[in-house]
C-alpha cells in the first residue's frame, strides 16, 4: 500500500521545511546517482537552497567543468529569455 498524496504548497514551519528540503535533496542525489550507474548516462544535477547554498552531482570524472558549464549556459539562457532574471553569476576557471 503507497502513500496518500502530498499537497503541494509551501510548508510555513521554518525547521520542517528545512528538514524536507535536506530529504528530497538526498532522494534526488541519490536517484541522479543510481541513473548514471543503471544506465550508463551522464547525468548532472545542480541544487540552489532557498539561501543560495550549491548543491551538486555530476557521473563523470569532469563534474565540476560539466557542472560548471551547465550553469553558466543555464544562467545565460535565463537571462536572454526572463530580463526580470534577479542574479548575476560570473564564472572564473
Known sequence: ????RVELKRIENKINRQ???AKRRNGLLKKAYELSVLCDAE???????HRGKLYEFCSS?????MVL???DFSLKREMVFS???PFHVEFHL
Open 43 to 49: 547525468v548532472a544535477l545542480i541544487i540552489f537552497s
Open 1 to 4: 500500500m503507497g502513500r496518500g
Open 19 to 21: 528538514v524536507t528540503f
Open 83 to 85: 530580463p526580470w532574471f
Open 69 to 71: 558549464s551547465l550553469l
Open 61 to 65: 570524472s569532469s563534474g565540476p567543468l
